[in-house]
């Protein structure tokens, strides 16, 4: 189809319509009317704050810095299972007595750091920070729970496997960081899961979960002093110790063309992964912006590939941070008879993008939309603890959550198009397929 400038008609009318249809709130703390705080446990361990009353329900979310950056090469899956050895609660009488007060624990295992999440209704929230105090800082890792978990290990990495998109962005990660650290994979391997021993375990968690390492992160409808409170009755056990120096490692694009991934599915991923710099300054307002560009929905590049095109029944774009950099990915998914012809149009639009830019008109517009995604991202009071988290974790510091708006509307034209070609430049970028054979080599980035 013929283009009206830098975007396709289809693209160029759906932008308008969203942009015309969102209005961003205004920067800084306006966004939830009050400023998230800093203050520190007797202990030393930092809590982050935020009061939010639209509801009367508490998140604290506790980080562990480290993630799978700090598994030893080996033993992938490592911080995942310490991780969620912590949540294995002993007592059967405990378990029910949280589920009965609607108490929700969970964790995550992400590139810089590991989480536990405890949701509660406000007024139950000191019997659940006592009983995740407990199993938390003490919990019970024999050698029977952590082969059960290694059993349950294998059963996500199985069910992944049947998610093409994972798939893709696991190959990705993998391929940037040449499976160590943030390339390895959360669940582990065969081999590394069989290698993991409870020493390892033990270890892991001691090095990692002690009071000059950890951080809380709250949002509640309570007083902060409260909330402290109940966190230094509770959570005052952690054991001294140095804070772990974890390297930083930096993506680097492969020499090798791409990878790809056989499986026999009944359509086909294709996409390109980029390296991005680290998210210091303004290149994480410009990589998150490149993001929704690229593939967040009606109005972004991809789109006229699915609603005009009809090359693609999915395209999105996805970005993972870690401190040494960024990697972005904007990828599709399509039948397997338009997998040449999808790849070609994946690549001519990237290109497209990268040798014109943008204009100062979508600039605007894209900044309202991503302004516009990230409140929605952030909704949550358990989104937001996690964005608190993430955004200390990699060095941002938390205020920017509330400044999120005020960093994109500073961007400018001439160097977002200045980053957008030096990011998608060839040379940084990593062609991804998956599905039944191999797709055919689309020409030029």
């Known amino acids: 189809m013929k283009r009206t400038g830098p975007l ?55 980080f562990v810095p480290g993630g799978r950056a700090a598994v030893p090469e080996g033993l992938d899956g490592l911080a995942y299972l310490a991780t969620r050895l912590t949540l294995e609660i002993p007592d059967e009488d405990k378990a029910r007595d949280l589920m009965a007060q609607a108490t929700r624990m969970s964790f995550v295992c992400e590139e810089d750091f590991s989480a536990v999440f405890i949701e509660c209704l406000s007024e139950n929230l000191e019997p659940a920070l006592r009983v995740a105090g ?17 059993e349950l290990m294998e059963l996500y990495a199985q069910a992944e496997e049947d998610d093409a998109v994972l798939v893709g962005g696991r190959a990705a990660l993998a391929a940037f960081f040449q499976g160590r650290g943030y390339g390895s994979a959360s669940y582990g391997t065969e ?18 979960f002690t009071s000059q390492s950890v951080f809380f992160a709250v949002v509640s409808d309570l007083d902060p002093a409260s909330v402290r ?25 492969p020499a090798a063309e791409g990878v790809r991934l056989a499986k026999e599915t009944k359509q086909t991923y294709i996409g390109r992964a980029f390296a991005l710099p680290a998210p210091i300054a303004d290149d994480h307002a410009m990589g998150c912006l490149l993001e929704v560009l690229i593939g967040k929905g009606p109005g972004s590049r991809l789109w006229d590939l699915r609603a005009v095109e009809r090359l693609a029944y999915n395209v999105d774009a996805r970005l993972t941070w870690t401190r040494g950099g960024g990697v972005l990915e904007a990828f599709l998914e399509t039948e397997n008879a338009k997998a040449e012809r999808a790849e070609e149009a ?34 949550t009071k358990t989104a937001r603890v996690r964005f608190f988290g993430l955004f200390e974790v ?32 060839p040379d940084r970028a990593l062609r991804v397929t998956v599905g039944p054979g191999t797709a055919a080599k689309a020409p030029g980035g």
Do not use: C
């Not at 003490?138 to 050698?143: A, C, F, K, N, R």
């Open 191 to 208: 081999k590394s899961r069989r290698s993991i021993e409870r020493k390892d375990v033990l270890e892991f968690y001691r090095r990692h």
């Open 229 to 253: 409170a109940l966190l230094d009755r509770h959570f005052s056990r952690f054991p001294q110790g140095e804070r772990p120096a974890v390297p930083a490692a930096q993506p680097v694009a």
């Open 346 to 379: 994946l690549a001519a639009s990237l290109r497209a993008l990268r040798e014109r830019g943008v204009t100062a008109d979508e600039l605007e517009a894209t900044k309202t939309m991503a302004k516009a995604d990230f409140l929605r991202s952030a909704e």
């Open 134 to 150: 407990k199993i938390i800082q003490d919990p019970l890792m024999s050698g029977l729970r952590i082969g059960r978990g290694k």
């Open 394 to 425: 990699l060095g941002l510091g938390f205020e920017l959550v509330s400044g999120f708006d005020a960093a994109i509307d500073g961007l400018t034209l001439d160097a977002f198009n200045a980053y957008i070609r030096t990011v998608l430049a």
């Open 8 to 62: 396709g008609l289809g693209a160029a009318l759906a932008l308008a319509a969203v942009a015309a249809a969102v209005t961003a709130r205004p920067p800084g703390p306006e966004t939830w009317k009050t400023k998230p705080i800093e203050s520190f446990l007797t202990t030393g361990v930092p809590v982050v704050f935020h009061q939010d009353k639209i509801s009367a329900m508490t998140v604290v979310g506790l």
